[in-house]
Protein backbone atom coordinates (compact mmCIF):
# COMPACT_ATOMS: atom_id res chain seq x y z
CA UNK A 1 0.00 0.00 0.00
CA UNK A 2 1.14 3.79 -0.70
CA UNK A 3 0.27 6.44 1.57
CA UNK A 4 -1.61 8.28 -1.06
CA UNK A 5 -3.96 5.23 -0.93
CA UNK A 6 -4.15 5.18 2.62
CA UNK A 7 -4.90 8.48 3.64
CA UNK A 8 -8.02 9.45 1.57
CA UNK A 9 -9.96 7.23 3.77
CA UNK A 10 -9.42 9.50 6.42
CA UNK A 11 -9.60 12.87 4.93
CA UNK A 12 -13.67 13.72 5.15
CA UNK A 13 -13.98 16.43 6.86
CA UNK A 14 -10.28 17.81 6.32
CA UNK A 15 -9.19 21.37 5.56
CA UNK A 16 -5.36 20.87 6.25
CA UNK A 17 -2.56 18.27 6.94
CA UNK A 18 -0.08 19.71 9.44
CA UNK A 19 3.15 18.11 9.41
CA UNK A 20 5.27 18.16 12.07
CA UNK A 21 8.38 16.34 11.04
CA UNK A 22 11.58 17.68 11.01
CA UNK A 23 12.59 20.13 8.33
CA UNK A 24 14.56 17.89 6.16
CA UNK A 25 12.14 15.43 5.84
CA UNK A 26 10.21 16.47 3.15
CA UNK A 27 7.04 14.28 2.48
CA UNK A 28 4.60 16.27 0.76
CA UNK A 29 4.67 14.96 -2.60
CA UNK A 30 4.08 11.37 -1.63
CA UNK A 31 0.64 12.56 -0.26
CA UNK A 32 -0.89 13.52 -2.88
CA UNK A 33 -3.39 15.71 -1.24
CA UNK A 34 -6.91 16.90 -2.91
CA UNK A 35 -6.27 20.28 -4.64
CA UNK A 36 -9.03 20.93 -1.40
CA UNK A 37 -6.81 20.12 1.19
CA UNK A 38 -3.72 22.41 2.16
CA UNK A 39 -0.28 21.43 3.83
CA UNK A 40 1.51 23.03 6.06
CA UNK A 41 4.33 22.61 8.37
CA UNK A 42 4.76 23.68 11.77
CA UNK A 43 7.70 22.66 14.75
CA UNK A 44 6.94 19.92 17.07
CA UNK A 45 7.01 22.29 20.02
CA UNK A 46 4.95 24.79 18.33
CA UNK A 47 2.48 22.55 17.67
CA UNK A 48 2.77 21.05 21.56
CA UNK A 49 1.12 24.28 22.25
CA UNK A 50 -1.53 24.50 19.63
CA UNK A 51 -5.22 22.99 19.06
CA UNK A 52 -6.01 20.54 16.77
CA UNK A 53 -10.04 19.71 15.87
CA UNK A 54 -11.20 17.47 13.37
CA UNK A 55 -10.39 20.02 10.16
CA UNK A 56 -7.25 19.12 10.98
CA UNK A 57 -5.12 16.01 9.99
CA UNK A 58 -1.41 15.98 12.12
CA UNK A 59 1.02 13.92 9.87
CA UNK A 60 4.84 12.78 11.03
CA UNK A 61 7.21 10.66 11.08
CA UNK A 62 7.86 8.15 13.99
CA UNK A 63 11.22 6.80 14.69
CA UNK A 64 14.60 6.04 16.49
CA UNK A 65 16.91 8.05 14.09
CA UNK A 66 16.70 11.17 15.83
CA UNK A 67 16.36 14.13 14.60
CA UNK A 68 14.79 13.15 11.84
CA UNK A 69 12.69 10.88 13.32
CA UNK A 70 9.99 12.03 15.84
CA UNK A 71 9.86 9.95 19.61
CA UNK A 72 6.73 8.64 20.14
CA UNK A 73 7.03 10.32 23.53
CA UNK A 74 6.86 13.77 22.23
CA UNK A 75 3.84 13.29 20.69
CA UNK A 76 1.80 12.85 23.65
CA UNK A 77 1.74 16.77 24.31
CA UNK A 78 0.28 16.77 20.86
CA UNK A 79 -2.29 13.92 21.20
CA UNK A 80 -3.29 15.81 24.57
CA UNK A 81 -4.50 18.41 22.75
CA UNK A 82 -6.47 16.81 19.83
CA UNK A 83 -10.44 17.52 20.43
CA UNK A 84 -12.50 14.63 19.63
CA UNK A 85 -12.57 13.84 16.03
CA UNK A 86 -8.89 15.21 15.42
CA UNK A 87 -6.60 12.62 13.32
CA UNK A 88 -3.28 11.45 12.43
CA UNK A 89 -1.09 9.55 10.05
CA UNK A 90 2.01 8.54 11.96
CA UNK A 91 4.92 6.68 9.61
CA UNK A 92 6.81 4.13 10.78
CA UNK A 93 10.36 4.97 10.68
CA UNK A 94 10.94 1.25 12.18
CA UNK A 95 11.07 -2.37 10.28
CA UNK A 96 7.63 -4.10 10.91
CA UNK A 97 9.72 -6.77 13.03
CA UNK A 98 11.44 -4.37 15.13
CA UNK A 99 8.49 -1.91 15.97
CA UNK A 100 8.54 -0.78 19.40
CA UNK A 101 5.05 -0.95 20.19
CA UNK A 102 4.80 -0.72 23.36
CA UNK A 103 6.26 2.91 23.16
CA UNK A 104 3.24 3.97 20.52
CA UNK A 105 0.64 2.63 23.11
CA UNK A 106 1.16 4.83 25.95
CA UNK A 107 1.25 7.94 24.01
CA UNK A 108 -2.05 7.00 22.33
CA UNK A 109 -3.78 6.19 25.28
CA UNK A 110 -2.93 8.75 26.66
CA UNK A 111 -4.24 11.48 24.18
CA UNK A 112 -7.49 9.33 23.89
CA UNK A 113 -6.30 7.73 20.33
CA UNK A 114 -7.36 5.11 18.95
CA UNK A 115 -5.95 2.93 15.94
CA UNK A 116 -8.32 3.25 12.95
CA UNK A 117 -5.86 1.32 10.71
CA UNK A 118 -2.15 0.24 10.67
CA UNK A 119 -1.25 -1.05 7.81
CA UNK A 120 2.81 -1.64 5.91
CA UNK A 121 3.65 0.42 3.21
CA UNK A 122 5.54 -0.11 -0.27
CA UNK A 123 9.34 -0.30 0.83
CA UNK A 124 9.83 1.30 -3.00
CA UNK A 125 7.29 4.69 -2.05
CA UNK A 126 9.01 6.03 1.12
CA UNK A 127 12.95 5.11 1.66
CA UNK A 128 12.82 3.97 5.38
CA UNK A 129 9.75 3.92 6.07
CA UNK A 130 8.00 0.39 6.60
CA UNK A 131 4.10 1.22 7.68
CA UNK A 132 1.62 3.89 8.56
CA UNK A 133 -0.47 4.57 11.42
CA UNK A 134 -3.60 6.71 11.20
CA UNK A 135 -4.89 7.32 14.79
CA UNK A 136 -8.50 9.54 15.78
CA UNK A 137 -9.26 10.59 19.37
CA UNK A 138 -11.97 9.32 20.53
CA UNK A 139 -15.11 9.26 22.96
CA UNK A 140 -16.31 5.82 22.09
CA UNK A 141 -15.21 2.82 19.79
CA UNK A 142 -14.93 3.73 16.32
CA UNK A 143 -15.15 1.16 13.84
CA UNK A 144 -12.62 -0.87 12.85
CA UNK A 145 -11.14 -2.25 10.16
CA UNK A 146 -9.63 -5.71 8.09
CA UNK A 147 -5.76 -5.65 8.26
CA UNK A 148 -5.45 -5.08 4.71
CA UNK A 149 -8.51 -6.46 3.08
CA UNK A 150 -10.73 -3.52 3.47
CA UNK A 151 -8.50 -1.47 1.32
CA UNK A 152 -11.36 -0.65 -0.95
CA UNK A 153 -14.08 -0.61 0.69
CA UNK A 154 -16.17 1.38 3.31
CA UNK A 155 -15.89 1.34 6.44
CA UNK A 156 -19.60 0.59 7.78
CA UNK A 157 -20.61 1.36 11.37
CA UNK A 158 -20.65 -1.77 13.70
CA UNK A 159 -24.20 -2.44 12.17
CA UNK A 160 -26.85 -3.98 14.10
CA UNK A 161 -25.66 -6.79 17.07
CA UNK A 162 -25.18 -10.10 15.40
CA UNK A 163 -27.18 -11.91 17.60
CA UNK A 164 -30.33 -9.74 16.89
CA UNK A 165 -32.89 -11.38 14.44
CA UNK A 166 -33.83 -9.77 11.24
CA UNK A 167 -36.18 -6.43 11.91
CA UNK A 168 -34.54 -6.52 15.40
CA UNK A 169 -34.85 -3.14 17.47
CA UNK A 170 -32.18 -0.90 15.87
CA UNK A 171 -32.62 1.20 18.88
CA UNK A 172 -29.64 0.02 21.49
CA UNK A 173 -27.78 -2.34 18.35
CA UNK A 174 -25.24 0.72 18.13
CA UNK A 175 -23.82 0.09 22.21
CA UNK A 176 -24.89 -3.85 21.54
CA UNK A 177 -22.39 -4.00 18.82
CA UNK A 178 -19.53 -1.67 19.99
CA UNK A 179 -19.47 -3.91 23.27
CA UNK A 180 -19.68 -7.05 21.21
CA UNK A 181 -16.26 -5.82 19.36
CA UNK A 182 -14.85 -4.75 22.51
CA UNK A 183 -15.39 -8.35 23.68
CA UNK A 184 -14.32 -9.81 20.91
CA UNK A 185 -10.73 -7.33 20.62
CA UNK A 186 -10.22 -8.32 24.29
CA UNK A 187 -11.50 -12.26 24.08
CA UNK A 188 -9.27 -12.42 21.20
CA UNK A 189 -6.02 -10.66 22.67
CA UNK A 190 -5.93 -12.64 25.84
CA UNK A 191 -6.77 -16.02 24.15
CA UNK A 192 -4.00 -15.23 21.28
CA UNK A 193 -1.53 -13.97 24.04
CA UNK A 194 -1.43 -17.35 25.65
CA UNK A 195 -1.86 -19.01 22.29
CA UNK A 196 1.12 -17.60 20.87
CA UNK A 197 3.66 -18.08 24.19
CA UNK A 198 4.49 -21.58 23.25
CA UNK A 199 4.83 -20.46 19.38
CA UNK A 200 7.28 -17.96 20.62
CA UNK A 201 9.26 -20.04 22.58
CA UNK A 202 8.96 -22.34 19.99
CA UNK A 203 10.77 -19.92 17.34
CA UNK A 204 13.06 -19.18 20.19
CA UNK A 205 14.49 -22.50 20.40
CA UNK A 206 14.48 -23.04 16.56
CA UNK A 207 16.70 -19.69 16.22
CA UNK A 208 19.41 -21.18 18.40
CA UNK A 209 19.51 -24.37 17.07
CA UNK A 210 19.44 -22.86 13.50
CA UNK A 211 22.30 -20.34 14.93
CA UNK A 212 24.01 -23.66 16.20
CA UNK A 213 24.29 -25.36 13.46
CA UNK A 214 25.78 -22.54 11.67
CA UNK A 215 27.93 -22.53 13.56
CA UNK A 216 28.80 -26.38 14.19
CA UNK A 217 28.71 -26.09 9.89
CA UNK A 218 31.45 -23.48 9.93
CA UNK A 219 33.96 -24.79 12.95
CA UNK A 220 33.62 -28.22 10.24
CA UNK A 221 34.15 -26.17 7.47
CA UNK A 222 37.02 -25.22 8.67
CA UNK A 223 37.89 -28.50 10.25
CA UNK A 224 37.73 -29.61 6.64
CA UNK A 225 40.25 -26.81 4.97
CA UNK A 226 42.63 -27.47 7.10
CA UNK A 227 42.78 -31.26 6.74
CA UNK A 228 42.40 -30.77 2.63
CA UNK A 229 45.70 -28.74 2.91
CA UNK A 230 47.47 -30.89 4.99
CA UNK A 231 46.13 -33.64 2.55
CA UNK A 232 47.88 -32.22 -0.07
CA UNK A 233 51.58 -31.37 1.66
CA UNK A 234 51.55 -34.79 2.32
CA UNK A 235 51.28 -35.60 -0.81
CA UNK A 236 53.32 -33.35 -2.62
CA UNK A 237 56.34 -34.33 0.14
CA UNK A 238 59.05 -36.29 -1.02
CA UNK A 239 58.74 -38.79 1.23
CA UNK A 240 54.95 -40.06 0.53
CA UNK A 241 56.25 -39.88 -3.08
CA UNK A 242 59.14 -41.74 -2.84
CA UNK A 243 56.88 -44.46 -0.01
CA UNK A 244 54.10 -44.66 -2.67
CA UNK A 245 56.88 -46.13 -5.96
CA UNK A 246 58.28 -48.64 -3.07
CA UNK A 247 54.65 -49.89 -2.31
CA UNK A 248 53.67 -49.91 -5.88
CA UNK A 249 57.74 -52.08 -6.20
CA UNK A 250 56.58 -54.51 -3.40
CA UNK A 251 53.11 -55.32 -5.48
CA UNK A 252 54.78 -55.56 -8.50
CA UNK A 253 58.82 -56.23 -7.13
CA UNK A 254 59.94 -56.46 -10.74
CA UNK A 255 58.58 -52.90 -11.84
CA UNK A 256 60.21 -51.35 -8.50
CA UNK A 257 64.05 -52.51 -9.78
CA UNK A 258 63.33 -49.31 -11.94
CA UNK A 259 60.61 -47.72 -10.63
CA UNK A 260 62.20 -46.86 -7.16
CA UNK A 261 65.37 -45.84 -8.00
CA UNK A 262 63.47 -43.25 -10.86
CA UNK A 263 61.91 -41.92 -8.04
CA UNK A 264 64.92 -41.32 -6.03
CA UNK A 265 66.51 -39.24 -9.00
CA UNK A 266 63.30 -37.62 -9.56
CA UNK A 267 63.17 -36.49 -5.82
CA UNK A 268 67.15 -35.53 -5.64
CA UNK A 269 66.56 -33.36 -9.02
CA UNK A 270 64.09 -31.06 -7.51
CA UNK A 271 61.42 -30.89 -5.57
CA UNK A 272 59.46 -29.44 -8.27
CA UNK A 273 57.92 -32.50 -9.44
CA UNK A 274 57.73 -34.03 -6.16
CA UNK A 275 55.61 -31.27 -5.06
CA UNK A 276 52.67 -32.05 -7.78
CA UNK A 277 49.48 -32.67 -6.57
CA UNK A 278 47.86 -36.13 -6.67
CA UNK A 279 49.89 -39.55 -6.63
CA UNK A 280 53.48 -39.97 -7.17
CA UNK A 281 54.89 -39.94 -10.65
CA UNK A 282 53.92 -43.82 -12.01
CA UNK A 283 56.72 -46.23 -11.47
CA UNK A 284 56.25 -47.86 -15.12
CA UNK B 1 -30.35 -42.42 -4.83
CA UNK B 2 -29.08 -42.87 -1.47
CA UNK B 3 -25.98 -40.14 -0.30
CA UNK B 4 -22.64 -41.75 0.31
CA UNK B 5 -21.63 -42.83 3.29
CA UNK B 6 -18.86 -40.64 4.95
CA UNK B 7 -16.60 -43.57 4.67
CA UNK B 8 -17.69 -44.09 0.83
CA UNK B 9 -17.45 -40.35 0.40
CA UNK B 10 -13.96 -40.17 1.67
CA UNK B 11 -12.48 -42.57 -0.56
CA UNK B 12 -14.61 -41.31 -3.53
CA UNK B 13 -12.59 -38.13 -3.10
CA UNK B 14 -9.38 -39.88 -2.74
CA UNK B 15 -9.76 -41.84 -6.03
CA UNK B 16 -10.81 -39.03 -7.98
CA UNK B 17 -7.90 -36.83 -7.07
CA UNK B 18 -6.11 -39.20 -7.98
CA UNK B 19 -7.34 -40.32 -11.02
CA UNK B 20 -8.37 -37.22 -12.78
CA UNK B 21 -6.15 -34.14 -14.21
CA UNK B 22 -4.92 -31.13 -11.74
CA UNK B 23 -8.13 -28.97 -12.26
CA UNK B 24 -11.11 -31.74 -13.49
CA UNK B 25 -9.96 -33.69 -10.05
CA UNK B 26 -11.69 -30.65 -7.89
CA UNK B 27 -13.42 -28.47 -10.41
CA UNK B 28 -16.51 -29.41 -12.90
CA UNK B 29 -16.77 -33.12 -14.00
CA UNK B 30 -19.21 -31.79 -16.89
CA UNK B 31 -16.18 -29.73 -17.98
CA UNK B 32 -12.68 -30.62 -19.96
CA UNK B 33 -9.36 -29.20 -18.06
CA UNK B 34 -9.24 -26.08 -20.25
CA UNK B 35 -12.74 -25.09 -19.17
CA UNK B 36 -12.00 -26.09 -15.88
CA UNK B 37 -8.74 -24.01 -16.34
CA UNK B 38 -11.37 -20.85 -16.98
CA UNK B 39 -13.93 -21.32 -14.27
CA UNK B 40 -11.05 -21.59 -11.38
CA UNK B 41 -9.61 -18.49 -13.04
CA UNK B 42 -12.68 -16.82 -12.24
CA UNK B 43 -12.86 -17.94 -9.47
CA UNK B 44 -9.68 -16.69 -8.34
CA UNK B 45 -10.69 -13.45 -9.50
CA UNK B 46 -14.11 -13.41 -7.37
CA UNK B 47 -11.33 -14.11 -4.60
CA UNK B 48 -9.08 -11.14 -5.37
CA UNK B 49 -11.81 -8.82 -4.74
CA UNK B 50 -13.08 -10.65 -1.12
CA UNK B 51 -9.18 -10.97 -0.19
CA UNK B 52 -8.53 -7.53 -1.01
CA UNK B 53 -5.55 -6.05 -3.75
CA UNK B 54 -2.69 -5.63 -1.05
CA UNK B 55 -0.45 -7.66 0.44
CA UNK B 56 2.59 -7.34 1.91
CA UNK B 57 5.99 -9.69 2.00
CA UNK B 58 6.49 -9.32 5.75
CA UNK B 59 3.23 -8.99 7.83
CA UNK B 60 1.44 -10.89 5.07
CA UNK B 61 -2.56 -11.99 5.18
CA UNK B 62 -3.34 -14.85 6.76
CA UNK B 63 -5.35 -17.06 4.77
CA UNK B 64 -7.12 -20.35 5.12
CA UNK B 65 -8.05 -22.82 2.23
CA UNK B 66 -10.58 -24.83 3.80
CA UNK B 67 -10.51 -28.09 1.25
CA UNK B 68 -7.87 -26.97 -0.26
CA UNK B 69 -8.19 -30.27 -2.96
CA UNK B 70 -4.81 -30.14 -5.11
CA UNK B 71 -3.87 -26.70 -3.85
CA UNK B 72 -4.60 -24.92 -6.76
CA UNK B 73 -6.39 -21.84 -5.06
CA UNK B 74 -3.71 -22.28 -2.34
CA UNK B 75 -0.95 -21.61 -4.86
CA UNK B 76 -2.02 -18.81 -6.65
CA UNK B 77 -3.30 -17.28 -3.15
CA UNK B 78 0.43 -17.88 -2.00
CA UNK B 79 1.54 -16.54 -5.11
CA UNK B 80 0.01 -12.74 -3.91
CA UNK B 81 2.59 -12.78 -1.31
CA UNK B 82 -0.19 -13.98 1.33
CA UNK B 83 0.55 -16.79 4.01
CA UNK B 84 -1.87 -19.60 3.00
CA UNK B 85 -2.84 -22.84 4.98
CA UNK B 86 -4.27 -25.51 2.83
CA UNK B 87 -6.82 -28.26 4.57
CA UNK B 88 -8.07 -31.29 2.93
CA UNK B 89 -9.11 -34.77 4.26
CA UNK B 90 -7.77 -36.43 1.19
CA UNK B 91 -4.14 -38.00 1.55
CA UNK B 92 -3.52 -38.22 -2.67
CA UNK B 93 -5.00 -34.68 -2.70
CA UNK B 94 -2.62 -33.23 0.02
CA UNK B 95 0.65 -35.39 -1.38
CA UNK B 96 0.35 -33.81 -4.76
CA UNK B 97 0.18 -30.51 -3.03
CA UNK B 98 3.17 -31.11 -1.07
CA UNK B 99 5.24 -32.16 -4.06
CA UNK B 100 4.24 -29.43 -6.12
CA UNK B 101 5.18 -27.27 -3.63
CA UNK B 102 4.41 -23.29 -4.09
CA UNK B 103 4.33 -21.69 -1.13
CA UNK B 104 1.54 -22.87 0.97
CA UNK B 105 1.71 -25.01 4.22
CA UNK B 106 -0.76 -28.10 3.86
CA UNK B 107 -2.34 -30.57 6.45
CA UNK B 108 -4.97 -33.36 6.53
CA UNK B 109 -7.61 -32.36 8.45
CA UNK B 110 -11.46 -32.14 8.13
CA UNK B 111 -13.03 -28.55 8.26
CA UNK B 112 -14.66 -28.77 11.40
CA UNK B 113 -11.52 -30.04 13.01
CA UNK B 114 -9.09 -27.74 11.99
CA UNK B 115 -7.17 -25.66 15.13
CA UNK B 116 -4.70 -22.89 14.73
CA UNK B 117 -2.79 -20.88 17.35
CA UNK B 118 -3.83 -17.74 15.03
CA UNK B 119 -6.85 -16.86 13.29
CA UNK B 120 -7.32 -15.94 9.92
CA UNK B 121 -8.06 -12.94 8.06
CA UNK B 122 -9.73 -14.90 5.39
CA UNK B 123 -11.30 -18.26 5.51
CA UNK B 124 -12.32 -19.31 2.34
CA UNK B 125 -13.58 -22.85 1.21
CA UNK B 126 -14.36 -23.33 -3.26
CA UNK B 127 -16.87 -25.80 -3.43
CA UNK B 128 -16.69 -27.80 -0.87
CA UNK B 129 -19.45 -27.55 1.36
CA UNK B 130 -22.21 -29.26 -0.55
CA UNK B 131 -19.74 -32.09 -1.02
CA UNK B 132 -20.08 -32.57 3.23
CA UNK B 133 -23.42 -34.44 2.93
CA UNK B 134 -24.07 -34.79 6.41
CA UNK B 135 -26.22 -31.92 7.78
CA UNK B 136 -24.49 -31.89 11.33
CA UNK B 137 -20.84 -32.40 10.00
CA UNK B 138 -21.71 -29.40 7.89
CA UNK B 139 -23.11 -27.14 10.36
CA UNK B 140 -19.79 -28.03 12.72
CA UNK B 141 -17.77 -27.36 9.76
CA UNK B 142 -19.38 -23.84 8.76
CA UNK B 143 -19.32 -23.41 12.61
CA UNK B 144 -15.46 -23.97 12.63
CA UNK B 145 -14.65 -22.36 9.66
CA UNK B 146 -16.49 -19.42 11.52
CA UNK B 147 -14.80 -19.29 14.44
CA UNK B 148 -11.32 -19.29 12.92
CA UNK B 149 -11.92 -15.85 11.53
CA UNK B 150 -10.63 -13.13 13.05
CA UNK B 151 -12.23 -9.48 14.04
CA UNK B 152 -13.08 -7.87 10.98
CA UNK B 153 -11.66 -10.76 9.07
CA UNK B 154 -13.59 -12.28 6.19
CA UNK B 155 -15.26 -15.84 5.77
CA UNK B 156 -15.99 -16.87 1.70
CA UNK B 157 -17.84 -20.05 1.20
CA UNK B 158 -19.00 -21.37 -1.68
CA UNK B 159 -22.51 -22.61 -2.61
CA UNK B 160 -25.75 -22.23 -4.62
CA UNK B 161 -27.13 -18.79 -3.76
CA UNK B 162 -30.80 -19.53 -3.23
CA UNK B 163 -33.07 -20.71 -0.37
CA UNK B 164 -33.72 -24.31 0.53
CA UNK B 165 -31.50 -27.44 0.11
CA UNK B 166 -31.35 -29.43 -2.85
CA UNK B 167 -29.68 -33.18 -3.60
CA UNK B 168 -28.03 -33.51 -6.86
CA UNK B 169 -26.75 -37.25 -7.30
CA UNK B 170 -25.37 -39.23 -4.47
CA UNK B 171 -22.35 -36.83 -3.01
CA UNK B 172 -23.49 -33.25 -3.85
CA UNK B 173 -26.25 -31.67 -1.20
CA UNK B 174 -26.51 -27.74 -1.86
CA UNK B 175 -27.49 -25.80 0.96
CA UNK B 176 -29.28 -22.11 0.64
CA UNK B 177 -29.09 -19.15 1.85
CA UNK B 178 -31.56 -19.16 4.19
CA UNK B 179 -28.79 -21.59 6.03
CA UNK B 180 -25.66 -19.98 5.63
CA UNK B 181 -26.92 -16.34 6.70
CA UNK B 182 -28.74 -16.70 9.95
CA UNK B 183 -26.07 -19.48 11.08
CA UNK B 184 -22.76 -16.98 10.18
CA UNK B 185 -24.72 -14.34 12.02
CA UNK B 186 -25.07 -16.26 15.27
CA UNK B 187 -21.35 -16.86 15.05
CA UNK B 188 -20.40 -13.39 14.90
CA UNK B 189 -20.45 -12.75 11.54
CA UNK B 190 -22.36 -10.35 9.19
CA UNK B 191 -23.65 -11.05 5.46
CA UNK B 192 -21.87 -8.95 2.89
CA UNK B 193 -23.46 -10.44 0.19
CA UNK B 194 -23.96 -13.32 -2.46
CA UNK B 195 -21.10 -13.62 -5.43
CA UNK B 196 -22.49 -15.54 -8.20
CA UNK B 197 -19.82 -17.55 -10.59
CA UNK B 198 -22.39 -16.55 -13.17
CA UNK B 199 -20.20 -19.44 -15.57
CA UNK B 200 -21.62 -21.04 -18.21
CA UNK B 201 -25.20 -21.70 -16.20
CA UNK B 202 -23.28 -22.72 -12.93
CA UNK B 203 -25.65 -21.94 -10.21
CA UNK B 204 -23.02 -21.31 -7.21
CA UNK B 205 -21.23 -18.24 -6.11
CA UNK B 206 -19.35 -17.30 -2.54
CA UNK B 207 -21.18 -15.76 0.49
CA UNK B 208 -19.19 -13.23 2.13
CA UNK B 209 -18.96 -12.29 5.44
CA UNK B 210 -16.97 -9.98 7.83
CA UNK B 211 -16.62 -10.54 11.16
CA UNK B 212 -17.97 -7.74 13.68
CA UNK B 213 -17.95 -9.12 17.13
Known amino acids: MRISELLPRYLDGVREVVDVSHPDVTLERHLRLPAEVGYRRVALEQAAGAGFGPETMLFCLLGAASPAHVDPDALTPVLRRFSPGTRAALLIGWSVEELPYHRLVGPLVAGRCQIREVTPLDRAAIRGVSGALVVERVTRLAPLRGYLIDARTPVEPAGPGPAEPDGGNDGDSGDGGELATVLRVVNEYQLADLVSRPVRRRLAELTERVESQQRLLAERDELLRDARRRLAEVESSAGYQLGSAVARGARVPARALAGVPRELARVWRGRRSARRPGPGSDAG | ?213
Not at chain 2, 38 to 51: G, K, T
Not at chain 2, 120 to 149: C, G, K, P, Q, T
Open chain 2, 1 to 213: MGLLSAEENAAYWNARHQREGDLRSGGDMSFDEPTNRMFYILRLSLLLDIVGHQSDPVAPLFLLDAGCGKGWFSRELARFGHQVDGIDASESALAYCRERGGGARYFQSSLSGWRSPWLYDVVLSVDVLFHILDDDEWERSVRNLASLVRLRGRLALADWGEDGDRTYGNYQVVRGRNRYVPLARECGLRFDGWRPYAFRGNPNGFYVFTRTG
